[in-house]
């Protein structure tokens, strides 16, 4: 297997291969690479976490064994302030947060609803169908003072 040496780049919170850009095409893994990984000028910047496994393991299946030449960048590397590497990969736990957030903004709302319903229900507040639109005006308002002073009775309570 012949041997190929890259440099790799750490801080104290997190590691970095530099790799050409065109490496990953030849590769063709650019489409794998995520937004934790950087970019600046013909470089990527390939997070050790996930990005720099593919282009290892892609390299290997090449028959490349890959060296690491290893500079440390002490607390806070220059790389953190390159561009974010143009990723059209979506993040899995990004997508379930936002989707469980909307999901509890959902039940919340639809809690909410419900909650109002009964309010009119348990209170028997009338509505008929014939009411002209001042009456129905007055009827909100009328249910709204009586929702605030209920809502001010519970708070209270």
Known sequence: MEKV???????????????????LDELNIRDKITAYSYVNG???YLEEDVDMHYYIKA??????????DVRDHGSRSRIRRYEPFPSTVVDEDVVATVEETISE???TVEAEEVSDETLVMENE???????????????????FKTYEAIREEEIAA
């Open 125 to 143: 507040i009338p509505f008929e169908d014939d009411l002209s639109l001042s009456d129905v005006t007055e009827e909100v308002e009328a249910a």
């Open 42 to 44: 013909k470089s990527a």
């Open 59 to 68: 390299m290997e299946d090449k028959g490349f064994q890959v060296d690491l």
């Open 105 to 107: 903004e959902t039940e």
């Open 5 to 23: 040496t890259k440099r790799f780049f750490s801080d104290a919170g997190h590691g970095w291969l530099s790799v050409k850009i065109a490496e």
